[in-house]
Nanobody, 121 residues
Framework: QLRLVESGGGLVQPGGSLRLSCVAF????????MGWFRQAPGKEREGVSC????????WYADSVKARFTISRDKFKRAVYLQMDNVQPEDTAVYYC??????????????WGQGTQVTVSA
């Protein structure tokens, strides 16, 4: 069964750091692109970052560039999102996503259940 399970969300102060993890059960990480989306209250869902399996190249939304880092460990079947210097506008539910094909996509068929990240003093 193909499923994604996120962990690592929580409450963090502005300027702090948090690392989200996602385990991809049933997936071969050599053949899927993976990434992260987020949805803040009252806002549309937006892509945050993705990583290609062909060469580990990455993409980031402008709002998180130089602050967030995506990585993957194919042996652990996991993808991570290291979030540094977080800001209140980063508050959202973060979703891990995956899709067959080795390059980042605009749309993904596989979604995790989401993990809440709240940035507040």
């Amino acid at each position: 069964q193909l499923r994604l399970v996120e962990s690592g969300g929580g409450l963090v102060q502005p300027g702090g750091s948090l690392r989200l993890s996602c385990v991809a059960f049933g997936f071969n990480l050599d053949s899927v692109a993976m990434g992260w989306f987020r949805q803040a209250p009252g806002k549309e869902r937006e892509g945050v970052s993705c990583i290609n399996s062909v060469d580990d190249s990455t993409w980031y939304a402008d709002s998180v560039k130089a602050r967030f880092t995506i990585s993957r460990d194919k042996f652990k079947r996991a993808v991570y999102l290291q979030m540094d210097n977080v800001q209140p506008e980063d508050t959202a539910v973060y979703y891990c996503v995956a899709e067959h094909g080795r390059r980042c996509k605009l749309e993904y068929n596989y979604w995790g259940q989401g993990t809440q990240v709240t940035v507040s003093a």
